[in-house]
């Protein structure tokens, strides 16, 4: 199925499919439908994909915006409804930091140079 000297994302995709109910049960309680269907496009594309590419790059890099808040501070977006209604004291809250966290080793171990320096970005702000 793949080139195995040349595929980068075996980590990743491994990752993925270990935490693939935790990516959806996510995604759904921080964006709702739109957000579900879009963590379910990035899955089935990490388990298709041999190597980073730039698209899927911007998908791991928006379901990481989705992880750490980006959009709630909008008070029209799905996400801002979504995070008005979690609970900060639900122990899901801690579920869904340390899935960030291990998202964000994951992502590093990817050497892909654009996608560590926004990622470096996002962090350092």
């Given at each position: 199925?793949?080139?195995l000297?040349?595929?980068?994302?075996?980590?990743?995709?491994?990752?993925?499919a270990?935490?693939s109910?935790?990516?959806?049960n996510?995604?759904?309680?921080?964006?709702?439908?739109?957000?579900?269907?879009?963590a379910?496009?990035?899955?089935?594309?990490?388990?298709?994909?041999p190597v980073?590419?730039?698209r899927?790059?911007?998908?791991?890099l928006?379901?990481?915006?989705?992880?750490?808040l980006?959009n709630?501070?909008?008070s029209?977006?799905?996400e801002?409804?979504?995070?008005?209604?979690l609970?900060?004291?639900?122990?899901v809250?801690e579920?869904?930091?340390?899935?960030?966290?291990?998202?964000?080793?994951?992502?590093?171990?990817?050497?892909?140079a654009e996608?560590?320096?926004?990622?470096?970005h996002?962090?350092?702000?």
């Amino acid at each position: 199925m793949f080139d195995l000297s040349n595929d980068t994302m075996t980590s990743m995709r491994a990752f993925m499919a270990s935490h693939s109910e935790a990516v959806q049960n996510t995604a759904y309680l921080l964006g709702g439908q739109p957000a579900l269907r879009k963590a379910q496009l990035l899955l089935d594309e990490i388990a298709s994909s041999p190597v980073m590419t730039r698209r899927l790059g911007r998908q791991l890099l928006d379901f990481h915006s989705l992880l750490t808040l980006q959009n709630v501070h909008h008070s029209d977006t799905v996400e801002a409804a979504c995070f008005a209604d979690l609970d900060p004291t639900s122990p899901v809250v801690e579920d869904i930091c340390v899935l960030c966290d291990e998202l964000e080793c994951e992502m590093h171990k990817l050497d892909d140079a654009e996608l560590s320096s926004v990622l470096s970005h996002r962090l350092a702000a």
